[in-house]
């Protein structure tokens, strides 16, 4: 039941993009985005899902894996491409009722899903070759400028590191405590929403309970090993950019650029 | 009081934070029924992130709400616009920390939340709509989209955080 569910999708491999720092990945995924809504040629599409399919193939993700995202967004994507394709003005290409198809709908539509398909593959690669914790260590060193302001990022990504270490461990007692309850008799799957929510609180109490007993344990341990917080904390894997983080940032950095100088020309 | 995260977080806080967004998380991957265009009803996945802010007040929750939204991206990501992201994840989350605004009225902090994740997920449909569906009626479409399955889980959640609050009461008392 519940202990079949994989989260996160990560793929351990030994690949160039997975060797790239997270703070690489993370600022190239959101330099990506951005150009994403910049582009406004087919001919732009054309190159960056190129580009896409060259990091597919480098990181050495199978392409199955990539559907799998794309297949959760298929409805949007449907909705997307026939609101486009009906409610853009131009000129008529069929009628469906009462409803006009356009081809400047068409165009408007297919970009869309250009745009969408990119996007979601982009970000799938970020989790696809980044393990959780790497991204967590990497947003807390990309928002320590913020610190100043007050963002306490440290506590952050403390608090996702632990969440993350837990869901394990919390998925399985949630499964265990389902199972008990329903050995006597609990029914978690019938009756009206109101009733089913109702019906989770056999489970939810003693889910609740374990969790703060654990958070106690948790904190009594930390401190009984010396963790003071994040100042002058120091780790056993220190992040480092490498040469090909300045690649891979120059490589997009340029993208952008081009995009920029293209986007003022007709 | 803990305020709004100037002072530094004591441990128990962060273990705390972190231990209940494990358990978000659990609970999010409990479906209580599944709508095709990719919203669901959980088995009350909020109600950690909201017992926490009413516990450790608003400053704490707020961050510990934005870091559930941030797992929640990695867990089940849906990624449409740069600014959706930014409102469905850990701005949504995050505003689910104002449960712990009115420390004598839980309730009013909870109907707070909640109305300050549904105005966030609207923005963030406001925007999609806007930028995908042409500039046909984004507020309307968006508000049908989000109400369609945020309206049950808002409502499923108010009754569970009532029935577990008084479930827990000695251990759920305000620590900051």
Excluded at chain 1, 199 to 211: G, K, N, T, W, Y
Aim: charged share 15%.
């Amino acid at each position: 039941m519940l202990r079949d569910i994989t989260i996160g999708q990560y793929l351990a491999r030994d690949t160039a993009v997975h060797r790239l720092d997270p703070r690489t990945k993370i600022m190239s995924t959101m330099l990506f985005m951005l150009l994403l809504f910049l582009v406004r040629q087919l001919a732009g599409y054309v190159f960056l899902g190129v580009f896409t399919a060259a990091i597919v193939v480098l990181a050495g993700i199978p392409p199955r894996m990539l559907l799998r995202s794309i297949r959760s967004l298929a409805f949007i994507l449907a909705l997307t491409f026939l609101l486009q394709l009906f409610m853009t003005r131009g000129e008529p290409l069929f009628r469906l009722g009462p409803l006009v198809a356009t081809r400047e709908g068409l165009n408007m539509g297919t970009f869309m899903i250009c745009r969408l398909t990119l996007l979601v593959v982009m970000t799938s690669l970020l989790t696809l070759t980044t393990s959780p914790i790497a991204l967590t260590d990497g947003l807390e060193h990309l928002l320590r400028p913020f610190r100043r302001l007050g963002v306490p990022a440290h506590e952050l990504a403390m608090m996702m590191t632990i969440a993350l270490r837990f869901i394990p461990t919390l998925l399985e007692e949630a499964d265990k405590i389902m199972k008990a309850q329903m050995a006597r008799g609990a029914d978690f799957r019938s009756g009206n929403l109101l009733r089913r929510a109702r019906s989770l609180i056999p489970l939810l109490v003693p889910l609740f309970v374990s969790a703060f007993r654990r958070a106690d344990e948790l904190a009594l341990a930390m401190e009984a090993r010396c963790y003071r917080g994040g100042e002058g904390r120091t780790r056993m894997k220190q992040l480092a950019f490498a040469a090909r983080d300045g690649i891979a940032l120059t490589t997009v950095a340029v993208m952008f650029l081009g995009v920029l100088f293209l986007r003022g020309r007709p | 009081m803990v305020g709004f995260v100037r002072q530094r977080l004591p441990l128990k806080a962060v273990a705390e934070a972190g231990m209940l967004i494990a358990l978000a998380t659990v609970l999010s991957l409990i479906k209580v029924f599944t709508l095709p265009q990719g919203g669901s009803v959980t088995a009350a996945s909020m109600v950690p992130i909201l017992l926490f802010a009413v516990r450790w007040g608003p400053g704490p929750g707020v961050l510990a709400g934005a870091a559930y939204g941030l797992v929640q991206l990695w867990v089940e990501p849906f990624i449409l616009h740069p600014a959706q992201v930014v409102l469905d994840y850990p701005l949504a989350f995050g505003l689910l920390g104002l449960s712990g605004l009115f420390p004598a009225r839980p309730a009013l902090g909870v109907m707070t939340a909640m109305a300050g994740r549904f105005l966030s997920h609207w923005l963030s449909g406001v925007i999609f709509f806007a930028a995908y569906a042409g500039d046909q009626h984004p507020m309307l479409y968006s508000a049908i989209y989000n109400g369609s399955y945020l309206l049950p889980e808002l409502a499923v959640s108010a009754i569970l955080v009532a029935l577990i609050a008084r479930a827990l009461r000695p251990k759920v008392v305000r620590v900051a």
